[in-house]
């Protein structure tokens, strides 16, 4: 009995320790911060949105974020807010209209373009590349034709 | 490869090429602002020195340069000496008032700045960053001029010093004041 008590002991001891922690629930207003925070750029930190960074102006805006929450903003209020304060500049992603319009598409058109400049050059190669000119087949010799015949009978 | 390709080629590495200049020589410090022409946001704080409540409200109908500054910032001490002779400039003009904002700082420490390197003019605390993310700040030392109207009328990023201290008063607060400066500008 006590054998089987130290195996179930050991067995509970192999399991990692933080599956026993408390799940810390993340209420509705935590939720809304983080989804509005990722969307909004660290404006003084490099490439790092506002829930991300540890910044102390990043931290202020998670506050204003959450204060509006609690004054019943919506998201696209709280969003407008900030934009109306940085510009375009506060958005991870830039916004699809007017000139933004050019970074979402140049890619994909210098890529369409360089494989249409791609193609049309490996068509100009085959095209002027010469052909050899067909030749016969030479015919086999005596001593060519008796070696295949042995390998055939053996 | 024909020579339309090849011009077409040409034009795209010459724009490549304009967008990479553009980058190296253009002013880092230089972000587009939404809040020209705005309405300048009201806010209220208290003073740095005596803790008496500061409103924008208070100061209306007046054009008010708000300077924004903390104790940490290399950049502000490099500007204070000019700042501090831009309010010598227009102090006794009542139509103009100039505003510190000690930003994310604590208050011993901008108390302490203030007596080490002076002051002429209020200053209130931005507690809760609200006054900075009010106003799109990035980073201190930005400085904003309102007009009469309390709409927001020049933005600049950095110190006040040389040729900005220049335009700033007179190009900017000067003319909003309908009055050129009385004493000598300097760099």
């Known amino acids: 009995m006590s ?8 067995a509970l001891l ?3 320790l933080p599956l ?10 935590d939720i809304q911060v983080r989804e509005i925070a990722k969307t909004l750029r660290c404006t003084v930190c490099q490439t790092e949105n506002i829930w991300e960074s540890g910044a102390p102006l990043a931290q202020q805006m998670r506050g204003v974020i959450r ?3 609690a004054l019943g903003h919506s998201t696209e209020e709280i969003r407008a807010y900030f934009l109306s304060r940085y510009g375009d500049y506060i958005l991870m992603e830039p916004p699809k209209h007017g000139v933004n319009w050019l970074i979402w598409v140049a890619p994909f058109l210098l890529l369409l373009a360089g494989g249409f400049f791609l193609y049309k050059e490996v068509t100009h190669w ?7 000119p067909s030749q016969p087949e030479p015919p086999l010799d ?3 034709r008796k070696r295949i015949e042995r390998e055939l009978e053996s | 490869m024909s020579k339309g390709w090849q011009l077409t080629l040409i034009l795209c590495l010459l724009g490549l090429f304009a967008l990479f200049y553009q980058g190296l020589w253009g002013d880092p410090r230089h972000i587009p602002t939404v ?3 705005t309405e300048a946001p009201n806010f209220e704080g208290p003073d740095v ?3 008496q409540t500061i409103s924008l409200d208070q100061f209306k109908g007046k054009v008010v340069l708000l300077n924004f500054w903390a104790s940490w910032c290399y950049e502000c001490k490099v500007e204070h000496e000019s700042i501090l002779q831009l309010h010598q400039l227009f102090k006794d003009n009542p139509e103009f008032v100039m505003l510190g904002v000690n930003y994310q700082d604590e208050l011993p420490d901008a108390q302490k700045y203030l007596k080490e390197y002076g002051s002429t003019f209020s200053h209130v605390r931005d507690l809760k960053g609200q006054l900075a993310i009010d106003y799109g700040v990035y980073g201190v030392p930005e400085t904003f001029v309102i007009d009469q109207q309390g709409k927001i009328r020049h933005k600049w990023v950095g110190p006040i010093t040389g040729e900005v201290y220049t335009n700033i008063t007179q190009k900017v607060i000067a003319p909003l004041l309908k009055a050129q400066p009385t004493t000598t500008v300097t760099s």
């Open chain 2, 35 to 37: 809040l020209i022409e």
């Open chain 1, 126 to 132: 085959v095209r002027d590349t010469p052909t050899p």
């Open chain 2, 49 to 51: 020195e005596t803790g």
């Open chain 1, 67 to 69: 204060d509006r929450i």
């Open chain 1, 142 to 144: 005596d001593q060519a």
């Open chain 1, 3 to 10: 054998i089987r008590l130290t195996w179930c002991l050991a």
């Open chain 1, 20 to 29: 026993f922690a408390a799940v810390q629930d993340e209420t509705e207003v």
């Open chain 1, 14 to 16: 192999t399991i990692p």
